[in-house]
């Protein structure tokens, strides 16, 4: 397996502009995570899903975030409209059942707002 | 809720020492795990070691180990042998065994492994 594969790598947009990321999960791990990384907050989940259903969306910043995943296969995480303070990198990560305790990072995407 | 504290934010050797990252937790969970995860350059998240909060054995992957203290809540990672491409960010974590199965995050110490 190819692993977790989020695209794009970089994107650099003018703050106001919609931001999309994307995260196909590996095949077969039913949990899917959304997690932003600053230096001054480190590593935060935003968001996760069990079997396509969000289950935890406590960490998202506020309605200008949404994440989907309308299938095991596929996930997003929308920003609109972006702000430079939402410049980070945002990684996607996937696990397999519940008992199965390592989760699979993606490289991340590195957003800028400018 | 629970958090996890990584008291150092930089760490330098030279190569071939022997290195250990500190991490506290705080919890009221008895059943959990924990883990190192090494960030190189890269950017890439990589699992280091993992540890079962109901085992009393330290886990050990091959030059790297841990102490945990339980009752201290304390999990440090220690590097043996260190070599340049231990060079990374590496974070401890904790996952709740039971429920909300996420990963919280220290805030990562930053290893420098020097020729």
């Known amino acids: 397996d190819a692993g977790v594969i989020q695209s794009p790598r970089h994107e650099v947009t003018e703050m106001g502009q919609e931001v999309t990321l994307r995260c196909k999960p590996i095949?077969?791990?039913?949990?899917l995570f959304w997690y932003r990384q600053t230096m001054m907050r480190g590593l935060e989940l935003l968001i996760y899903?069990?079997?396509?259903?969000?289950?935890?969306d406590s960490g998202m910043p506020e309605d200008r975030f949404s994440a989907k995943m309308p299938n095991a296969s596929f996930s997003t995480l929308k920003i609109q409209p972006s702000e430079p303070r939402d410049s980070a990198v945002y990684f996607c990560?996937?696990?397999?059942?519940?008992?199965?305790?390592?989760?699979?990072f993606g490289q991340g995407t590195r957003l800028t707002v400018v | 809720a629970q958090t996890v504290t990584q008291s150092q934010p930089e760490m330098s050797v030279q190569e071939a020492e022997t290195v250990t990252l500190s991490c506290t937790y705080d919890?009221?969970?008895?059943?959990?795990?924990l883990f190192w995860y090494k960030q190189p350059p890269s950017r890439q998240m990589i699992l280091v070691i993992r540890?079962?909060?109901?085992?009393?054995q330290n886990a050990t992957e091959n030059r790297f180990s841990v102490n945990f203290q339980k009752a201290a809540k304390s999990f440090s990672l220690k590097i043996s042998d260190s070599q340049l491409g231990d060079t990374a960010m590496y974070f401890c974590?904790?996952?709740?065994?039971?429920?909300?199965?996420?990963?919280?995050f220290g805030q990562g110490t930053r290893l420098t492994i020097n020729p």
């Open positions: 540890q079962e909060a109901y085992k009393q």
């Open positions: 990560a996937s696990r397999q059942g519940l008992t199965n305790t390592e989760a699979f």
């Open positions: 095949s077969g791990h039913n949990s």
């Open positions: 899903f069990n079997n396509n259903v969000p289950i935890d």
């Open positions: 974590a904790f996952m709740k065994r039971v429920g909300a199965q996420k990963l919280v």
């Open positions: 919890t009221s969970e008895n059943n959990y795990y």
